[in-house]
């Protein structure tokens, strides 16, 4: 989940793209703990994207799930990590206004410690990737 001082900062100044860091396993295996994700702030959701929104109870909480499909009041958010929790089977279509962005890119950090040339080189290879709307995720999602 993203740092929410920071992000609503951002919001709030209409900057169209902004940070966010990952916390917890709720996006496992797309997304790890401490993975920075560039958003696009009031971009066009559609299934399978990974949205930034906020918490429906928690409101200055921000958090990463994936929107699987549009309902009549909102957005039905899933995380990847179906052991995880925290997402629509808890709280709920997420109305419209709490979602603030969809996420464009991943960057994960260099790995604390390890500084062989191999592990260097793998992560050059895998450091950064665009988020693209998974269509196939949002299919198996629904059927759960």
């Known amino acids: 989940m993203p740092e ?30 401490g993975d920075q994700l560039l958003v ?3 971009a066009a959701i559609r299934p399978g ?6 918490h429906p ?14 309902r009549e009041s909102g957005w039905w958010v899933l995380g990847d990590n179906p052991y995880a929790g925290g997402d629509s089977t808890d709280y709920g279509v997420v109305p419209d206004e709490l979602v603030l962005g969809r996420a464009w890119l991943r ?24 988020l693209f709307s998974d269509r196939s995720a949002s299919r198996r999602l629904r059927a759960r």
């Open 40 to 42: 696009r702030y009031g």
């Open 49 to 54: 994207d990974i949205v930034v929104l906020r």
């Open 107 to 130: 960057y994960r950090p260099v790995p604390a410690g390890q500084r062989s040339p191999l592990t260097l080189a793998r992560w050059a290879v895998s450091a950064a990737r665009p």
């Open 4 to 33: 929410p001082s920071q992000e609503a900062e951002r919001v709030r100044a209409g900057a169209p793209f902004g940070l966010a860091e990952v916390t917890g396993p709720s996006m496992v295996p797309t997304l790890r703990h």
């Open 57 to 70: 109870f928690q409101q200055d909480l921000l958090v990463v799930k994936r929107a699987v499909e549009r």
